[in-house]
């Protein structure tokens, strides 16, 4: 069974944001429009995280799409008290929309703020009503959604490889971020197949893991050349 | 007494009357004669309410978006009015317990009001979840398909336990004083009669509330830790910066018990006032719970310094960004503010004899109210707002709905006290009666079984 992981090299991300819009159309995230964004309400299930650092002068700005890293010992999964979120056999965090009784108490636990939360009912202004994905459920008001993986895409790439009676190819499976990005800096693949790409890249001496002190095991990696 | 008197003789012995008259006349005054203050105080209060409902249909039409809650602060008002309202109901019944099991003569006529605050506060605080549950018609599912490894269950567990034994501890010494109502005639009579649970005062009826109130008052103690502790545990569960420490469940314990005495004075000062009991709470019971009161307040001192001196010295990037949030940052005032109300205008107010009166104590006990509301925001909040990831502090404005809920909650407080007095004596007649008649041999007796043994009584081994 797969062990289901990306690598996200930040020497080649370039800040484009295509990797949000992606997700936001795949994934029927709701548009919660300026109002919202501004009460900081704002709706990714990744986003990029912007660092500026040093002077004036000499500014230096880093990107690192951030998303849900689908801990194997997810703080979030500990403290539901309905079962509404759960870790699912091939390692993907997901979440049980229909069950959610909204307490957040798993975005309280998350120390990676990936979750976010139905403040009101989902809206689509105009047409992108219309363009919902049929794979992905929608959600409603008062529950708490998260990335998923794209694990409908996982699913569909599983029951296709079951009808021609072979095992999932590395690279078969690809998220709408990672496919929508230009610089093909995110790679997606099963962790535990040592020869998948995302498991080289996972071993190279560039790679971490996004605050691997915390002991959640996170299966999304970050390359990066430290200075 | 009226003609109603119905106590028979023959079942055992008559109260005796060294409470005279015209005191049961007092300390029953809020139930015989309630008088159109009531109508018009119940009036106000229950407006107040359903104002308050009134602003939360909106919440139930649109959702949590009409709060100011937002990504990452997902807490906000529900939740800290939630741990602030529980934290006072550990005045009443913890309180009561500990005086009755030293045998604190002076708790008598006290407990009858603490145990009051413990259901009336417990009851509002323990719905303050619910209002922030973002699909309160599946709670339910709690139960359904809860987890007991989630510490939300725990707290569920612990506070039901805790509701159901303080109403019963509040019910069983209450008892005798129905009865004894029932035989004045007070009106509705079926709800005394029902509720006096055919109470004639009978030495076997005696030693069975004796009985039943010495298991409830030691199994209500653990249960009181309980309670707080495992709310603490809500937040020292997570990984997250000022929230992940071992010393929160005593700390929240400690700060439980000091705001529900404060809020217990206040009380007590408001309605002694109100129905004239200065001859019943006298200035020496409010000396002595405000001792406790002091000590409170440098314990509360003791695990904040200890807290705080922690993380500033470890000096973890997370943990020092909460901490200079609180020191520096935005939450400098409720911060500083909690640090004044919570340790120095008590201190002061309470360590000299010259402010320890009642005018001082009230302001000392509203300042502490104030101030453990104010900790209790400082714990909720900040730590919400600075996440570990390099994202900017969040930032919380609580809504119109949010101030009108807690403006609520306030004014069910008090909305179940003026009910509760309108049915119930606040003080315990028969306790207080109970009192005069043998507490001052009793406790001569306590005192001399304390003396050195006189020679001739002593046994002969040590003697020699």
Redesign the interface.
């Known amino acids: 069974m797969a062990r289901w992981g990306m690598a996200i090299d930040l020497d080649r991300c370039t800040g484009c944001g295509n990797c949000m819009a992606a997700c936001h159309q795949e994934n029927n995230l709701a548009a919660v429009g300026p109002e919202?964004t501004e009460?900081?309400?704002?709706f990714h299930w990744i986003r990029l995280?912007r660092?500026v650092s040093g002077s004036d002068a000499h500014a230096t700005v880093r990107y690192?799409p951030?998303l849900c890293v689908q801990c194997d010992d997810p703080?979030c999964v500990?403290?539901?008290?309905?079962?509404?979120t759960y870790l699912s056999e091939e390692g993907i965090v997901g979440q049980i929309y229909a069950?959610?009784?909204?307490?957040?108490?798993c975005?309280?636990?998350c120390?990676?703020?990936a979750k976010?939360?139905?403040?009101?009912?989902p809206e689509w202004p105009g047409e992108l009503k219309k363009k919902s994905n049929p794979d992905v459920s929608l959600r409603s008001?008062?529950?708490?959604e998260k990335c998923t993986f794209c694990h409908h895409r996982v699913n569909h790439a599983r029951e296709q490889a079951r009808a021609e009676d072979r095992e999932i190819r590395d690279g078969e499976v690809v998220p709408a971020c990672a496919e929508s990005c230009p610089a093909q800096a995110i790679v997606f693949g099963d962790l535990d197949d040592p020869e998948s790409m995302v498991s080289a890249r996972a071993r190279s001496p560039r790679a971490y893991r996004?605050?691997e002190d915390?002991g959640?095991r996170p299966k999304v990696f970050y390359l990066e050349e430290q200075e | 007494m009226s003609a109603e008197h119905t106590v028979r003789p023959e079942l055992g012995p008559t109260v005796s009357h060294d409470l005279s008259e015209r005191d049961i006349d007092v300390l029953l005054a809020s139930v015989e004669q309630p008088g159109s203050a009531f109508r018009v105080v119940t009036t106000v209060l229950v407006l107040i309410i359903l104002g308050a409902w009134v602003l939360f249909s909106r919440q139930i039409l649109?959702?949590?978006?009409v709060t100011?809650?937002?990504?990452?602060?997902?807490?906000g008002f529900y939740i800290v009015n939630f741990v602030f309202f529980i934290g006072i109901s550990h005045a009443g019944t913890l309180i009561s317990a500990i005086l009755r099991l030293s045998n604190a003569e002076w708790r008598r006529p006290i407990t009858r009001m603490a145990e009051v605050i413990t259901v009336v506060v417990l009851a509002i605080g323990a719905f303050h979840?619910v209002l922030?549950?973002?699909?309160?018609e599946?709670?339910l599912?709690?139960f359904t398909?809860?987890?007991l490894?989630?510490?939300?269950?725990w707290d569920?567990s612990s506070i039901s336990a805790y509701f159901m034994a303080s109403t019963v501890y509040l019910y069983m010494p209450l008892i005798p004083d129905i009865a004894l109502l029932r035989d004045r005639g007070a009106r509705p009579r079926w709800l005394y009669s029902f509720m006096a649970w055919n109470w004639q005062n009978t030495p076997r009826q005696r030693e069975v509330l004796e009985r039943a109130s010495n298991i409830m008052m030691i199994l209500v103690i653990p249960i009181a830790v309980s309670v707080h502790t495992v709310i603490s545990y809500?937040f020292a569960?997570?990984?997250?910066p000022g929230w992940h420490s071992t010393i929160f469940g005593p700390y929240f314990v400690v700060g439980a018990i000091f705001s529900g005495i404060a809020a217990l004075m206040v009380v007590m000062i408001v309605l002694r006032k109100v129905f004239h009991l200065e001859r019943f709470l006298k200035e020496i019971h409010f000396a002595h719970l405000s001792k406790l009161l002091l000590v409170m307040s440098l314990l509360w001192f003791y695990f904040t310094f200890s807290e705080f001196l922690t993380a500033f010295f470890g000096n973890e990037p997370a943990e020092i960004r909460v901490f200079f949030y609180k020191f520096t940052g935005p939450y400098a005032i409720p911060f500083w503010g909690m640090v004044v109300c919570n340790f120095l205008i008590p201190v002061v107010l309470l360590s000299f004899r010259r402010t320890r009166t009642i005018p001082g104590i009230m302001v000392a006990s509203i300042a502490i109210v104030i101030g453990m509301w104010l900790e209790r925001l400082n714990i909720v909040v900040p730590s919400?707002a600075n996440?570990?990831?390099?994202?900017p502090s969040?930032?919380y404005i609580p809504s119109l709905v949010e101030w009108g809920m807690f403006v609520g909650g306030l004014a069910t407080f008090a909305l179940g006290f003026v009910v509760f007095a309108r049915f119930f004596p606040l003080i315990s007649v028969w306790e207080l009666r109970e009192g005069q008649e043998t507490a001052v041999s009793e406790t001569a007796e306590r005192v001399a079984s304390y003396l050195p043994d006189r020679l001739e009584n002593a046994p002969t081994g040590e003697t020699t």
Not at chain 1, 39 to 42: C, N, P
Not at chain 1, 99 to 105: D, P, V
Not at chain 2, 68 to 75: C, H, T, Y
Not at chain 2, 149 to 153: G, V
Request: charged share 10%; aromatic share 10%; proline share 10%.
């Open positions: 919202q009460q900081s309400r704002a995280v660092e690192t951030t703080p500990k403290v539901c008290p309905v079962h509404a069950r959610c009784i909204g307490c957040r108490y975005m309280a636990a120390p990676y703020n976010v939360f139905n403040w009101y009912e008001h008062g529950v708490v996004p605050h915390l959640t | 649109y959702g949590l978006g100011g809650l937002n990504q990452p602060v997902g807490w979840p922030d549950l973002g699909r309160p599946r709670m599912n709690i398909a809860g987890r490894q989630s510490p939300l269950l569920v809500i569960m997570t990984l997250q919400l996440p570990r990831l390099a994202l969040g930032f």
